[in-house]
């Protein structure tokens, strides 16, 4: 079995998860529309919508999003497994009728904590975890979510962190994908930036290294129990 995964640039691609689906018996085929690759109409076993520097809405910038919203929507709507990460997230919710804004509260960027809600207690993808590290960079927000949507984390200072929309679609505005070399990578391209904002690029990446092994202890039971819904389905 294979997700079809949207990536939206060459620094943001599927890290841990490709490798963890892999073990778990799922495919990874990689859609790159920034390389002139067409979004597919459908997603046949699953689908993976990976992050990027692109705000949900800029459709005359990032010509493929429109596509991709698409895509998304008809997954969601077709019980195809989904999920959305970071820009991925905030593209589901404008898809299905919910809100992505700049964030009034600015950049959230680093290895921070989210708080699952007791609505994750029963989720297939959340139950049972606890406080988690989560790596963040964004800007934007998922500021109203969709009609149904089932809210399974929160932070501060943003608290749509995560949610599941029907039986087997999921959102989550944080990355459980990114390997301390992608964020490196990331922070290292954005330096000038992220200093005039008052980070320390140098914290940022010592901060998502030392984290590493509780990220991937935290993050890859997620992935293991998407590739178990994609294989149910």
């Given at each position: 079995?294979?997700?079809?995964?949207?990536?939206?640039?060459?620094?943001?691609?599927?890290?841990?998860?490709?490798?963890?689906?892999?073990?778990?018996?799922?495919?990874?085929?990689?859609?790159?529309?920034?390389?002139?690759?067409?979004?597919?109409e459908?997603?046949?076993?699953?689908?993976?919508?990976?992050g990027?520097?692109?705000?949900?809405?800029?459709?005359?910038?990032?010509?493929?999003?429109?596509?991709?919203?698409?895509?998304?929507?008809?997954?969601?709507?077709?019980?195809?497994p989904?999920?959305?990460?970071?820009?991925?997230?905030?593209?589901?919710?404008?898809?299905?009728?919910?809100?992505?804004?700049?964030?009034?509260?600015?950049?959230?960027?680093?290895?921070?904590?989210?708080?699952?809600?007791?609505?994750?207690?029963?989720?297939?993808?959340?139950?049972g975890?606890?406080?988690?590290?989560?790596?963040?960079?964004?800007?934007?927000?998922?500021?109203?979510?969709?009609?149904?949507?089932?809210?399974?984390?929160?932070?501060?200072?943003?608290?749509?962190?995560?949610?599941?929309?029907?039986?087997?679609?999921?959102?989550?505005?944080?990355?459980?994908?990114?390997?301390?070399?992608?964020?490196?990578?990331?922070?290292?391209?954005?330096?000038?930036?992220?200093?005039?904002?008052?980070?320390?690029?140098?914290?940022?990446?010592?901060?998502?290294?030392?984290?590493?092994?509780?990220?991937?202890?935290?993050?890859?039971?997620l992935?293991?129990?998407?590739?178990?819904?994609?294989?149910?389905?």
């Open positions: 079995m294979r997700v079809t995964v949207v990536e939206h640039e060459a620094t943001a691609g599927p890290g841990f998860l490709a490798g963890w689906l892999d073990t778990a018996g799922i495919g990874c085929e990689v859609v790159r529309p920034y390389l002139g690759e067409a979004v597919p459908r997603a046949e076993d699953g689908l993976i919508v990976l990027g520097e692109a705000a949900a809405w800029e459709d005359e910038r990032y010509p493929w999003l429109p596509a991709t919203r698409d895509l998304i929507r008809s997954s969601v709507e077709g019980g195809v989904t999920l959305g990460i970071c820009l991925g997230a905030q593209l589901m919710t404008l898809a299905c009728g919910g809100a992505v804004e700049r964030g009034e509260h600015g950049l959230e960027v680093g290895a921070l904590e989210i708080v699952p809600l007791p609505e994750a207690d029963a989720d297939p993808l959340f139950a975890l606890g406080p988690a590290l989560a790596v963040q960079y964004h800007g934007d927000a998922m500021t109203r979510l969709p009609e149904g949507a089932v809210r399974l984390a929160t932070g501060d200072p943003y608290p749509n962190q995560a949610y599941r929309l029907g039986e087997r679609a999921w959102a989550v505005q944080f990355h459980p994908e990114t390997t301390p070399e992608i964020f490196t990578e990331w922070i290292s391209g954005s330096a000038d930036h992220l200093t005039g904002l008052g980070y320390s690029v140098e914290d940022l990446g010592t901060q998502v290294k030392e984290a590493e092994q509780r990220l991937i202890d935290t993050w890859r039971p992935a293991e129990r998407f590739a178990a819904v994609v294989r149910s389905a």
